[in-house]
T-cell receptor, first 112, second 114 residues
Framework: EDQVTQSPEALRLQEGESSSLNCSYTVSGLRGLFWYRQDPGKGPEFLFTLYSAGEEKEKERLKATLTKKESFLHITAPKPEDSATYLCAVQAGNNAGNMLTFGGGTRLMVKP | SAVISQKPSRDICQRGTSLTIQCQVDSQVTMMFWYRQQPGQSLTLIATANQGSEATYESGFVIDKFPISRPNLTFSTLTVSNMSPEDSSIYLC???????????FGEGSWLTVV
């Protein structure tokens, strides 16, 4: 059974204080690892998909990396508008339906 | 990127009634999915909506409770039947674009059952 664990559950940062969010996974043949941002009252907003160990993707202050067991979402010099819940999800290679299995999320709060 | 529209965005429903949520995608997609997000929780897959055939349900979800239709490539409905307060959740429609592997989500439908 595919499993995704995110840590920490909640993270408080001062504006400008860089940090990383962790996503550990076990999956039968990873097809893709997805990162989403979710603001309160809204649906998840797509950020990145990573496909193979060693891959990195960047978007503004966010950089996602992938190893064979985990992914990190690095946030550099965060701003208050980066406050949101960040969700990690895996897509298994033997998953004919291509559906995603989600972790519990990390709730990020950036204080000015 | 695909734009996914859901209706209603929010509703308060009486116990024992049923509500149908509509999902419309603005571009060609291959797969469509329905997820549930209970308060303070992450997303749980309800089912994969298959075009022109019965949906594929995940463990713990059944067709009688959550009937799903997908009459064409870009439209799907989810009905939450005989609702109880435990069904109070956000219901999210999701779709995989026909080109590439990106999976997008709608804004969600917030249901409160009283």
């Amino acid at each position: 059974e595919d499993q995704v664990t995110q840590s920490p559950e909640a993270l408080r940062l001062q504006e400008g204080e860089s940090s990383s969010l962790n996503c550990s996974y076990t999956v039968s043949g990873l097809r893709g690892l997805f990162w989403y941002r979710q603001d309160p009252g809204k649906g998840p907003e797509f950020l990145f998909t990573l496909y193979s160990a060693g891959e990195e993707k960047e978007k503004e202050r966010l950089k996602a990396t992938l190893t064979k067991k985990e992914s990190f979402l690095h946030i550099t010099a965060p701003k208050p508008e980066d406050s949101a819940t960040y969700l990690c999800a895996v897509q298994a290679g033997n998953n004919a339906g291509n559906m995603l299995t989600f972790g519990g999320g990390t709730r990020l709060m950036v204080k000015p | 990127s695909a734009v996914i529209s859901q209706k209603p965005s929010r509703d308060i429903c009486q116990r024992g009634t049923s509500l149908t949520i509509q999902c419309q995608v603005d571009s060609q997609v291959t797969m469509m999915f329905w997820y549930r997000q209970q308060p303070g929780q992450s997303l749980t897959l309800i089912a994969t909506a298959n075009q022109g055939s019965e949906a594929t349900y995940e463990s713990g979800f059944v067709i009688d409770k959550f009937p799903i239709s997908r009459p064409n490539l870009t439209f799907s409905t989810l009905t939450v039947s005989n609702m109880s307060p435990e069904d109070s959740s956000i219901y999210l429609c999701s779709a995989r674009q026909a080109s590439g592997n990106t999976i997008y989500f709608g804004e969600g439908s917030w249901l409160t059952v009283v």
